[in-house]
């Protein structure tokens, strides 16, 4: 239910955008936002909008990813400023009160 794209190579320095589109609305949703996970390490947050309109960033990418969204439908994810270390599998993510819905993974490689 949830289709992520926009991930690929790039040089350490530049730039990409991440979209994620849900096939369904989710209005009921406490939260929509991205996950990442790089190789050996454990899914963790990197953004996401949070019921009420907190929107959340993790440490490490705050001052150079911003999370948008245009309706209840699409969220992207404004990577700039990319370093070697953003490197890992990205995961658009949905809580609802019932469940957690994750998308395929869409892999982000900087390369230095």
């Known amino acids: 239910q949830l289709q992520a794209s926009g991930g690929g190579v790039v040089q350490a320095g530049g730039s990409l955008r991440l979209s994620c589109v849900a096939s369904g609305s989710f209005f009921s949703a406490r939260a929509m936002g991205w996950y990442c996970q790089a190789p050996g390490k454990q899914r963790e947050l990197v953004a996401e909008?949070?019921?009420?309109?907190?929107i959340t960033y993790a440490d490490f990418v705050k001052g150079r990813f911003t999370i948008t969204r245009d309706n209840a439908k699409t969220v992207y994810l404004h990577m700039n400023s990319l370093k070697p270390e953003d490197t890992a599998f990205y995961y658009c993510n949905v809580k609802t009160p019932v469940r957690t819905y994750w998308g395929r993974g869409t892999l982000v490689t900087v390369s230095s």
């Open positions: 909008y949070r019921s009420g309109g907190d």
